[in-house]
């Protein structure tokens, strides 16, 4: 009877062993139909989601917005649409590497939209340094988006007694560095002193309306009413100290690879907003 126990046994702990590979079969089978389900699909759909991709999807790059078809069509109309146009828009750069093509882009869309006095600043300096090469960017920017036959802005360098004029001009740019900003303050102060010591003022002469006129860096420019800054500073780091004592400033990321979409929308936000001038 021993041996006969023992082959039973032998068989029922054989028969426990097939039942658990079994049991473990049955279960990996759903987890590797699913895979093998999964690998097929991925096989079938993806070059049709490639084919249906957006172009520069696959690479991760973003598209530059200065690129985009319609902005010579759509900026005379998006101008009319606004409550209101600035008359002067500063576009302030805080980040270290500026970057040429997209400051002409924003230029031109100023431009575009009618906006009558642009000026540019980095505190660097280094658009007003450079200002030849920011030129033939606009130009060529002026002729692939606008399609012009020739150049409607004139451009003027601040500290410069003559600069060139072009009549019946649309735009008007001036390049500011930091020595625009309170340094012209210092140079107005003392000419006034000096105004005073002559005996050509009284020191009761000063106010706004003749400080205004001393200032060399914005001779012949009204006041921003909307500044753009540019980057992740929170500060103008110097820019018009005395012209931006009223002027709407809007934050944006960044100038590089901005978009007319995103431009657009901060003028929107301009004409949205309600100012109080003080009161």
Not at 183 to 208: E, G, H, M
Not at 225 to 239: I, N
Request: with cysteine.
């Amino acid at each position: 009877m021993s041996a006969v126990g023992g082959l039973a046994w032998r068989a029922l702990h054989a028969l426990l062993r097939a039942l658990l590979c079994l049991q473990r079969a049955l279960l990996a089978a759903p987890r590797a139909w699913l895979r093998r389900r999964a690998a097929a699909s991925c096989a079938l759909l993806g070059p049709a989601a490639r084919a249906l991709a957006f172009p520069g999807a696959a690479r991760g790059v973003r598209r530059p917005g200065r690129r985009r078809p319609g902005v010579r069509a759509r900026g005379r109309a998006d101008g009319r649409a606004l409550q209101k146009l600035p008359l002067h828009v500063g576009l302030v750069v805080t980040e270290e590497e500026p970057s040429y093509a997209d400051m002409a882009s924003l230029v031109v869309w100023c431009m575009a939209v009618g906006i009558s006095y642009v000026s540019v600043y980095d505190h660097n300096g280094i658009f007003k340094r450079n200002n030849s090469r920011l030129m033939d960017e606009i130009l060529k920017q002026e002729q692939e988006l606008l399609g012009l036959d020739c150049s409607k802005y004139t451009v003027e360098f601040a500290n410069q007694d003559k600069a060139d004029q072009v009549l019946n001009c649309q735009s008007t740019l001036k390049v500011l560095s930091p020595e625009d900003g309170k340094a012209d303050i210092v140079k107005a102060a003392q000419n006034f002193c000096q105004l005073v010591a002559q005996q050509q003022r009284t020191y009761t002469d000063l106010d706004v309306n003749v400080l205004d006129n001393l200032l060399s860096s914005t001779s012949g420019f009204p006041d921003p009413d909307l500044v753009l800054k540019f980057g992740p500073v929170d500060s103008t780091l110097g820019f018009l100290p005395w012209h931006i004592r009223l002027t709407e400033i809007i934050s944006l990321p960044s100038h590089q690879n901005i978009s007319y979409e995103d431009f657009f929308s901060a003028l929107h936000r301009y004409a949205a907003c309600e100012q109080r001038w003080g009161k």
